[in-house]
């Protein structure tokens, strides 16, 4: 295995320190674009470090950055702090004391795993040749997303890389998994309404049926994956909500559908929207109902560039062993990162979580979401990998 001169190795203390502030963070979850406590906590403890300069680009985010002794590469170290609306069923003796607010993703972790960097790397300034960055956002589950606006605020102005990571519940605890190009999905919805003319249900001639109407467009949507797209091509939509009426003897008069469109390229992103509104317009035309279509672009997929790439996997693998980091397939999750990565060159990697004993790993977004915290130590030394190799002489 390739050694580094310069290594940061994290003490036990370390890593105990990473581990107490990711459950007290677990303890209280804050909404997207919420984020005052958690924000208020992280600039509280991010100012006890040496050599950080730390400001507020946006309300609820914080920026920490170190500057090195000497001149050299600009890089940034990203982690999301927000939590989702879900009523923890974990029994973990720190779980969320917010009613209705779980930290169900690992952002808990995320943040917490930053902050041991942070503090760790702030010693090391007479060894850095550059500076580092380290962007704790918020909103990363809610659009238009807090990564965004960070950008907008300039926080990527001057970075030859950025790097972020995400917990996985359910990758093995010791798996670094990084996917070279496309790593998450273009992650869009739609709303419809379908508006009709309602009536008795005994009469039905004397409606315009925006029931029937919608069936059909619900079935002509599933021609958009099937039909329309190559089978080369990745796309997923799918429709997940609908509203219609209260009475059965009573047609009514509008429907509204709601739906979530997945994709990798931009260019099946752009058919995929045409082939929808048209499928739309054509069915509720023929139907003599009216439409309104709303579709909101979310969260571009995330693209690991090739360089940052390989020197993430690079870095991982002098550090943690020539097995740590593997090579992973894109999913169709969405995720904020891209904002950043859109920016600059950019590298996204997923941390395995999952103890290796549980059998039944709950997914992310569930009541029962849970991490095995020695994960929290490998992703830390990936982003100390990285610095190593990058900033670190």
Sequence with gaps: MLTKQTEVELSNEQIEEIISWRRYLHQHPELSFREYKTSAFLYETLLTFPNLEVTRPTETSVLAVLKGAH?????????????????EETNLPFASQNDGVMHACGHDGH????????????????????????????????LPGGAREMVAAGVTEGLDYVFGLHLSSLTPLGVLSITSGATTSNSDMFHITVKGKGGHSSQPENTID?????????TSLQTVVSRITSPKEELVVSVTTLKAG??????????KIGASVRSFSQDVRKRAVEAIEQIVKGVSEANGCQYELDYTYGYDSVINEPEATALAFQAIRRKLGETAAVEGEAIMGGEDFSAFSNAVPGCFVFVGACSLDNETPAPHHHPKFLID??????????????AEDLVLK
């Design 210 to 218: 925006p029931v029937v109407t919608s069936a059909q467009i619900i």
């Design 111 to 142: 943040t917490a795993i930053l902050l041991g960097v942070a503090k760790a790397l702030s010693s090391q300034q007479e060894k850095i040749h550059g500076e580092i960055r380290f962007l704790f956002q918020h909103a990363e589950e809610q």
């Design 373 to 386: 915290e020695a994960a929290l130590a490998d992703g830390a030394n990936m982003f100390l990998a990285i």
């Design 71 to 87: 001149p050299g590469k600009t890089i940034g170290f990203r982690a999301d702090m927000d939590a989702l609306p879900i009523q």
């Design 246 to 255: 209260d009475a059965v003897n009573v047609i009514p008069e509008e429907v």
